[in-house]
């Protein structure tokens, strides 16, 4: 993709891209068929604002309808962005949704925004910080009753390799090692929202995990000069990987767990963590609300038949995990992240495994 820097330019790079998407929607539906698949195999015209309206053009839009109303969520990262926009999805359709937020000031004030938008919401604010085992721990015994939905939303993206206070890696921790301990923390809860309710854990991911595999040793400890774009998209790989082991261990609980990528959303996080690519990309960016659509599709789903199968999901759909022969993930790695894992928890915390 060409990088333009004058303003003027990026508008009209922008505008082109939408006169060739109307030009193809006037192609027939065959043609249209022929063009989805070939703009699909790109990135940049599947991620961006005008790839999520063509894939939108196939969703059940009934199916956003449907009442959410004895049902109970949990969002991490819940206060801007795409974590808001998805408990806002959620409480429309009458959920109830716990705001688990490093800031209680700024969750405070997202709990606040939503309220006004929805009068009849039922929202519960919670602070996390989900690099913090034991502040994940003082999270989950704030949640008694079923959940219905874990969505693993909180995230973040460093300049410099930093550590917790418990000597783990930080942005591994906040992704990976955080989210696993709150899992396995609210399994209970988890599997009483199953008794009645499809019950789902979800991980959100990101299209950047398709350029890495999965090194257990970097994964944890990072090596030579630090890159903090590469770091995030191998905790976004290990992610997609976590959920499909989890999805094993919970599947006997009647709990699914999947990941998913919102495509390249415009938040004031990715502007913060990545200024260039906002700029180049900010008039194709998709918007929060776009971002956050397969989310809380994936979380109100009504059935089970999404469920036979871990799965990462792109726009309502499944998308393939691995996309690049040069990219690989082996059945060792996995075990020694799994294991590695599993060492952390139980050096800092009793949780049976």
Known sequence: MCFHHNEGERLETARLADAVYRAIENTGRGGMRFWDKLLDR???????????????????????????????????????GIGFAAVEQLAKRGATVYLACRSLERGGAAVAKLSDHIPDARLELRQVDMADLSSVARLSETIDGPLHGLIHNAGNMLDSCQYTDENIEYITSLHVLGPYSLSLRLSEQLQAGAQNHSTRIIFVSSGGMYTQGL???ELFEPTGRYDGMRHYAHTKRAQVVLAEQLYERFKPLGIAVHSMHPGWVDTAAVRRAMPKFALATKFILRSPDEGADTISWLAGYHGADIDEASGFWFDRARAPKLIS???????EEVMRMMTRLDQLINSTQAIPI
């Open 215 to 217: 090194n257990s040793s």
């Open 42 to 80: 790109s990135v940049v015209f599947s991620f961006d604002r005008n790839g999520y309206r063509r894939h939108a053009r196939g969703f059940d839009t009934e199916s956003h309808r449907v009442s959410l109303r004895d049902r109970n969520f949990l969002v991490t990262g819940a206060n801007s």
């Open 325 to 331: 022969k040069r990219v690989s993930v082996s059945t």
